[in-house]
């Protein structure tokens, strides 16, 4: 719930449900209940509106429907990708190779691990200084026996989007059998994905990143590509993955895409002035500040930024206490903020990925959430300066 | 409201009292969990289930939240000298390392920084303040208390720590804890190291860090009567496990790490007048009297016994079992916490 006391800075980690969602979804939480599986009235009318909504979110995509398989949400999404591809691969007698890069969401990289143990050789890309993937190190990775290549489109972290086409092509000429998947899950908001992505065999979105709901994702598996199913049963989803449909969630996931598609381009030149305002202010009142990913190739919403010599951990509870709220590296299970993978992959050093803190704003940003950052950002800095200086 | 306290919750029932009743108190109140420990435990105050309790006895009392991930300092701190200890043949205390370098080393510092004025915890240990400065006093549930895990607190610290429950036994404690319905009130008391799982057990723990070196089991004089797995065994004054049968009662009086060799022998032999101590630290920032009569505590809930500071050596009035090296040594005039150090080799 989102207090006007607070100035939300997480829109990365997730958003609001567009109105339009809440609304679109509504009918299907009651009156039109039925599973849209079974033979009868009620049946169909749930069946149609999933089916239109599958519709809606494929033209969207830049997809056909029955390329669309709904999910649980964007972590279902990447681990039917990268597992279900590299199974369907190994299966066919078509490699055993994964490639992926050193700072995907721990979606596709715990994945990743899983086929590593399942007897898959697993290659980490790895990402320059900017945050943007390697692509020589990429080429190199890449083989006769590469089955899956993943690459995100944008980081989630930092923001940076990713050279697809440059990625696609090198695939396709050293490892024309591979599948390619791209992480595409932070990029809705800010990037058209229908084009973005089109290079890619299998795309991953999740809607609550977007205004949709949490807990409903999809991913765009292209026609003629082969994945393994995680999820057996009833044989939704084409088979790939069963479960009674969310027609609820789906509803409300294409409505929030089509909002988000049509206000994009507004969205992105007014988030990208407050988050300009917002970098410039920083510098100018904390001038030793650094911030990361590299600024012309990530999206409007994102602003990254370390102040030496402050944790980030003690920075965020200063922040919350003054009624800002931000995030910094990824949240475990217990809520302890733990190094971040993808500070680490780009070569910073520890103490500076330590000492940043992601600022992510999103449609539903003003220019009093801004005034509220740069009143508290700096003197929280100031205050906890002599900390961190007195352990570096 | 008054100053802001932040209160360190381990998700077990004292600390969630101590963060009840400064609420109650009307404290402007913040819960803090330390994520000390990336390994595997069953025992300990860092798995998922128990920041989860933590987190809602935090959200049931209304207040915010966190959680401080200081696993990298608890290991350099905490964990790496307890294994180098044990390795060393000594026997160390990690809990008072730990109350030393993260809840009144890293955690006050990071307090001070974010403005709190205060940070309490569970300890059963009463606060007292006079015109001579800050006083750690014995828990009023004597069998619970913890003063002497707290032996290195001076003025800088009690100026700074709370705890709440240190006026009230246990049974009260938990009687506290389910009059407010606290989701803690039953659970069970923490008795392990917390970075040692019970399955795993401190041998094999310690043996993953420092390779186990077998060696002989010697009398008093030095001739050999059996043989030892690795010195992580054994500690002074233990009297089971030895693999020894001899017939008579026998004691650990020494663990050489250098030769790996582990010496027993009778009670008598193992009972000492006086002991060196180090890393002296007084609560009042410096020591009592010379010869100022004290009581001395070496072990957790050992009783404490009369005897006196000479410099660096404590002297007791009647004999004692020798003081394994890496255990506290703590001073108390009655009640009251003076200081203390760990005993050296």
Same mark, same amino acid.
């Given at each position: 719930?989102?207090?006007d006391?607070?100035?939300?800075?997480d829109?990365?980690?997730t958003?609001?449900?567009?109105?339009e969602?809440?609304a679109?979804?509504?009918?299907y939480?009651?009156d039109v209940f039925?599973?849209?599986s079974?033979?009868?009235a009620?049946?169909?009318a749930?069946?149609?509106?999933?089916e239109?909504?599958?519709? %809606?979110?494929a033209a969207?995509?830049g997809t056909?429907?029955f390329?669309v398989?709904l999910t649980?949400?964007g972590?279902?999404?990447?681990?039917?990708?990268?597992?279900?591809?590299?199974r369907a691969?190994?299966d066919?007698g078509?490699?055993?190779g994964?490639v992926t890069t050193?700072?995907?969401?721990?979606?596709?990289l715990a994945a990743?691990d899983?086929?590593e143990?399942?007897?898959?050789?697993?290659k980490?890309?790895?990402?320059?200084?900017?945050?943007?993937v390697?692509l020589?190190d990429?080429?190199?990775?890449? *083989?006769?026996?590469?089955?899956v290549?993943?690459v995100?489109?944008?980081?989630n %972290?930092?923001g940076?989007?990713?050279?697809l086409d440059?990625?696609a092509a090198?695939?396709?000429e050293r490892a024309?059998?591979?599948?390619?998947?791209?992480d595409?899950?932070?990029?809705v908001?800010w +990037? *058209?994905?229908?084009?973005?992505a089109?290079?890619?065999?299998?795309?991953a979105v999740?809607?609550?990143?977007f205004?949709?709901?949490k807990g409903?994702g999809?991913?765009?598996v292209?026609e003629? +590509?082969?994945?393994?199913?995680l999820?057996e049963?009833?044989?939704? %989803?084409?088979g790939?993955?069963s479960?009674?449909?969310n027609?609820?969630?789906a509803?409300?996931m294409?409505?929030?895409?089509?909002?988000?598609?049509?206000?994009?381009?507004a969205v992105v030149?007014?988030?990208?002035?407050?988050?300009d305002?917002l970098?410039?202010?920083?510098?100018?009142?904390?001038?030793d500040c650094?911030f990361?990913?590299d600024a012309?190739r990530?999206?409007?919403?994102?602003?990254?930024v370390?102040f030496?010599g402050?944790?980030?951990?003690?920075?965020?509870v200063?922040l *919350?206490?003054?009624?800002?709220?931000?995030?910094?590296?990824?949240s475990c299970?217990?809520?302890?903020t733990e190094?971040?993978?993808v500070?680490?992959a780009?070569g910073m050093a520890?103490?500076?990925?330590?000492?940043? +803190?992601r600022l992510?704003?999103?449609?539903p940003?003003?220019?009093a959430d801004?005034?509220?950052?740069?009143a508290t950002i700096?003197?929280a800095?100031?205050r906890?300066?002599p900390?961190?200086a007195?352990r570096? | 409201?008054?100053?802001?306290?932040?209160?360190?919750?381990?998700?077990?029932?004292?600390s969630?009292v101590?963060?009840?009743?400064?609420?109650?108190?009307g404290h402007?109140?913040?819960?803090v969990?330390?994520?000390l420990?990336?390994g595997?435990s069953?025992s300990?105050?860092?798995?998922?289930?128990?920041?989860?309790?933590?987190?809602?006895?935090a959200a049931?009392?209304?207040?915010?939240h966190?959680?401080f991930n200081?696993?990298?300092d608890?290991?350099?701190?905490?964990?790496?000298p307890y294994?180098d200890?044990?390795a060393?043949g000594r026997?160390?205390?990690?809990?008072v390392?730990?109350?030393r370098?993260?809840?009144?080393?890293?955690?006050?510092?990071?307090?001070?920084?974010?403005?709190?004025?205060?940070?309490a915890?569970?300890h059963h240990?009463?606060?007292?303040?006079?015109?001579?400065?800050y006083?750690?006093?014995?828990?009023?549930?004597l069998?619970?208390?913890?003063?002497?895990v707290l032996y290195?607190?001076?003025?800088r610290?009690?100026?700074?720590?709370?705890?709440?429950?240190?006026?009230?036994?246990?049974?009260?404690?938990?009687?506290h804890?389910?009059?407010l319905g606290?989701?803690?009130?039953a659970k069970p008391?923490?008795?392990?190291v917390?970075f040692?799982?019970?399955?795993e057990?401190r041998?094999?723990?310690?043996?993953?860090?420092?390779p186990?070196?077998?060696g002989?089991?010697?009398d008093a004089a030095?001739?050999?009567?059996g043989?030892?797995?690795g010195?992580?065994?054994?500690?002074?004054?233990?009297r089971?496990?030895?693999g020894v049968?001899?017939?008579?009662?026998?004691?650990v009086?020494d663990?050489?790490a @250098?030769?790996a060799?582990?010496?027993?022998g009778?009670?008598?032999?193992l009972l000492?007048?006086?002991?060196?101590v180090e890393a002296?630290?007084f609560?009042?920032?410096s020591?009592p009297?010379a010869?100022?009569?004290l009581?001395?505590?070496v072990?957790a809930h050992g009783?404490?016994?009369?005897g006196?500071?000479d410099?660096d050596v404590?002297r007791?009035?009647?004999?004692?079992?020798?003081?394994?090296p890496?255990?506290?040594?703590a001073?108390?005039?009655g009640d009251?916490?003076l200081?203390?150090?760990?005993? @050296?080799?």
């Open positions: 719930m989102r207090s006391a607070l100035a939300y800075l829109y990365a980690a958003t609001p449900m567009r109105p969602a809440v679109a979804m509504s009918p939480l009651s039925a599973n849209p079974g033979g009868h009620a049946a169909r749930a069946k149609t509106a999933l239109e909504a599958r519709e %809606e979110i969207l995509l056909e429907p390329e398989v649980g949400g972590t279902e999404a990447d681990n039917l990708a990268v597992k279900g591809a590299a691969a190994r066919a078509r490699g055993r994964v050193a700072f995907e969401h721990k979606g596709v990743c899983h086929l143990r399942d007897g898959f050789r697993v980490r890309v790895a990402i320059d200084r900017g945050g943007i390697d020589d990429l080429a190199a990775a890449l *083989d006769g026996d590469t089955a290549v993943s995100m489109l944008v980081n %972290e930092i940076t989007i990713q050279p440059d990625v090198l695939v396709r024309p059998q591979a599948v390619l998947h791209t595409a899950v932070q990029a908001p +990037i *058209d994905v229908a084009a973005a089109a290079p890619a065999d299998l795309v999740s809607a609550h990143k205004g949709g709901p409903m999809a991913l765009v292209r003629g +590509i082969v994945v393994a199913p999820v049963g009833g044989g939704q %989803e084409r790939l993955r479960g009674t449909s027609v609820a969630g509803v409300a294409a409505a929030a895409l089509r909002v988000t598609a049509t206000e994009r381009a030149t007014r988030v990208a002035a407050l988050r305002r970098v410039a202010g920083l510098a100018a009142a904390v001038p650094f990361n990913g012309a990530k999206v409007a919403g994102n602003c990254h370390g030496p402050v944790e980030a951990e003690a920075l965020l200063a *919350d206490r003054a009624g800002v709220c931000a995030a910094a590296g990824s299970s217990s809520g302890a190094p971040s993978h500070l680490e780009m520890r103490a500076d990925a330590l000492a940043s +803190i992510s704003l999103g449609p940003s003003t220019d801004v005034d509220a950052a740069l700096p003197a800095v100031e906890l300066r900390v961190g007195a570096a | 409201m008054s100053a802001p306290v932040l209160v360190a919750m381990s998700g077990g029932v004292d969630s101590a963060a009840a009743l400064l609420v109650e108190t402007d109140v913040t819960g969990t330390l994520k420990w990336g595997e069953d300990g105050c860092c798995s998922v289930g128990d920041v989860e309790d933590a987190r809602r006895v049931q009392l209304d207040i915010p966190y959680v200081f696993a990298d608890f290991e350099a701190k905490v964990v790496a294994a200890d044990y060393s026997t160390p205390n990690p809990c390392e730990c109350n370098s993260m809840k009144f080393g890293r955690l006050l510092e990071r307090a001070d920084a974010l403005g709190f004025e205060a940070v915890t569970g240990a009463r606060r007292r303040a006079s015109e001579s400065g006083h750690l006093v014995r828990g009023a549930d069998a619970k208390d913890q003063s002497y290195m607190l001076g003025q610290e009690l100026a700074r720590a709370r705890f709440p429950v240190g006026e009230l036994t246990k049974t009260e404690v938990r009687a804890a389910a009059r606290l989701r803690t009130a008391e923490s008795m392990d917390c040692i799982s019970r399955r057990g041998e094999r723990f310690l043996g993953s860090r420092v186990a070196r077998p002989a089991v010697v030095g001739v050999v009567v043989h030892h797995e010195i992580a065994g054994f500690t002074i004054g233990q089971r496990g030895l049968s001899t017939g008579e009662r026998r004691y009086l663990v050489d @250098a030769t060799t582990v010496t027993i009778s009670r008598t032999d000492r007048d006086a002991a060196r002296l630290t609560a009042a920032g020591p009297p010869h100022h009569e009581l001395l505590q072990r009783t404490p016994v009369a006196w500071l410099g404590v007791f009035a009647t004999p004692q079992p020798r003081v394994a890496g255990q506290v040594v001073f108390y005039d009251t916490l200081g203390g150090g760990i005993a @050296a080799a």
